[in-house]
């Protein structure tokens, strides 16, 4: 496989951008090795400069449920365009795609857009303190919310401590009212609502954590922490960032029997254009400027060509049910895969909902931080790189999730499990 134009761009692009990349994990840091510098998208396969065809299960870490260069999409962010790309005043559509999000999620009674994930999890718990009048937040460890200074915090692992932040330029004072406890673990979580649970203004989570790989919720998990916070006042947080539309159409809270007081959307709402969410109950909405005090804002915000993309991602996913069928589709793949780990006799447990699915390399299933940290980062980095080789783009790390499309068809499948194969057998014998 040649890639002399991936590396001829990679050394120019660290030369003026940090590590060469405009998000971190793009760099293949924890893997190694050269990226490939993507020039295009097909379907279920993206190019590289050097003209080698990959099957994606990155799909742009989550957004294109309907695979590369959807057509509804480019047609409708083309018809956007012609109309002019941005106004900064209301427009038609961004009623339409509020009104879509909360019909598909209904404990979103109102919504506002904003640009990023990112932006959609500081806001809400903003929000979350603002309405309580309360100052702590409590997170899950290995729970990823983007990069807002509240939530870069992630504890020491084990125990429930008081935040350490987790980058530099985050400052103690912020880090320190952001408690956080190990997820699956009821017991851990109880403890800190008994010492602090009348100062905790919410509770953010992602559900089905999928920044730590694909981790489970244990049964009546998700329940029981929506219980222990509306017994001491705190609100429920969901970050469906990643999870809405993907685990499924309701998102995970769908699943779970949860009722979320604020969700989070990204990702797949915005069909590959810059789109994400807050919302939830009316009464917490209203605190939101200009109804309320809470001062939130951007000049982008609802622009014209992500609505319309939106629009077009979320009419097609619900009108074709695709949230129905690409569950099973996955389940056959991850199936694959792992008769393909077990004829090699490399332990491996895989996780799968929805379009969503981790392959860990370890014996015992993960079901928190802790455990993931645990699996065989070695033998990860052999399949990450033999999988490549044989024109199959994974998440370049044990700490991602892999994500299928609507494009992605049987034969898709069959050669990633035939690459899999040759995978597994290097790690066997290395
Ligand atoms: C991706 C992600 C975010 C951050 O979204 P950005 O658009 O990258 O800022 C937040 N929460 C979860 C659960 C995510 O997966």
């Not at 279920?44 to 989550?62: F, K």
């Not at 500081?122 to 997170?139: D, F, P, V």
């Not at 799968?352 to 802790?370: A, C, E, Q």
């Amino acid at each position: 496989m040649k890639i002399t134009q991936s590396e001829a761009l990679f050394a120019a692009a660290k030369k003026v951008m940090p590590g060469g990349v405009n998000s971190p994990v793009r760099s293949f840091r924890s893997v190694g090795g050269v990226p490939p510098f993507l020039v295009r998208g097909e379907g279920s396969h993206v190019v590289d400069a050097d003209g080698n065809r990959y099957i994606d299960y990155v799909l742009s870490y989550g957004p294109l449920l309907l695979g590369h260069a959807a057509p509804m999409i480019g047609e409708a962010i083309k018809k956007a365009t012609d109309h002019g790309t941005s106004y900064g005043a209301p427009t038609p559509d961004e009623v339409t795609l509020a009104r879509l999000v909360t019909s598909l999620l209904p404990s979103m009674e109102m919504v506002r857009m904003v640009n990023s994930g990112t932006e959609a999890t500081m806001s809400a718990i903003r929000l979350a303190r603002a309405y309580t009048g309360r100052e702590y937040i409590l997170k899950f460890i290995g729970c990823y919310h983007g990069h807002s200074d509240s939530l870069l915090v992630q504890a020491g692992s084990g125990a429930s401590t008081f935040g350490v932040p987790d980058s530099p330029g985050v400052t103690k004072g912020t880090a320190a009212t952001t408690l956080s406890v190990p997820f699956n673990d009821l017991p851990a979580l109880e403890k800190v609502f008994a010492a602090k649970g009348r100062d905790i203004a919410a509770v953010i989570m992602e559900p089905t954590p999928g920044n730590m790989g694909l981790i489970l919720p244990k049964d009546g998990y998700l329940p029981a922490v929506q219980d222990l916070a509306r017994r001491y006042g705190s609100l429920l947080i969901i970050d469906e960032v990643m999870s809405g539309f993907r685990a499924a159409q309701g998102g995970s809270q769908s699943l779970y029997g949860i009722d979320p007081d604020i969700t989070c959307l990204g990702k797949v709402i915005g069909g590959g254009l810059p789109v994400a969410a807050y919302g939830g109950k009316r009464k917490i909405m209203e605190m939101v400027s200009p109804v309320g005090p809470m001062y939130q804002a951007g000049t982008l915000s609802g622009n014209p060509l992500a609505m319309a993309a939106g629009i077009a991602a979320l009419t097609w996913m619900r009108d074709h049910k695709v949230c129905d069928t690409l569950p099973e589709r996955c389940a056959v793949l991850c199936k694959g895969l792992a008769d393909a780990a077990a004829a090699a006799c490399v332990p491996v447990r895989i996780h799968h909902l929805g379009s969503m699915f981790t392959v860990f390399f370890t014996d015992k299933d993960p079901m928190n931080y802790d455990d993931v940290c645990a699996c065989d980062k070695e033998a990860f980095k052999i399949y990450f790189h033999t999988m490549l080789e044989n024109g199959v783009y994974l998440p370049p790390s044990q700490f991602e999730t892999n994500f299928i499309s609507l494009a992605h068809s049987d034969e898709d499948f069959a050669q990633t499990i035939a690459a899999a194969r040759k995978a597994f057998a290097a790690i066997a014998s290395r």
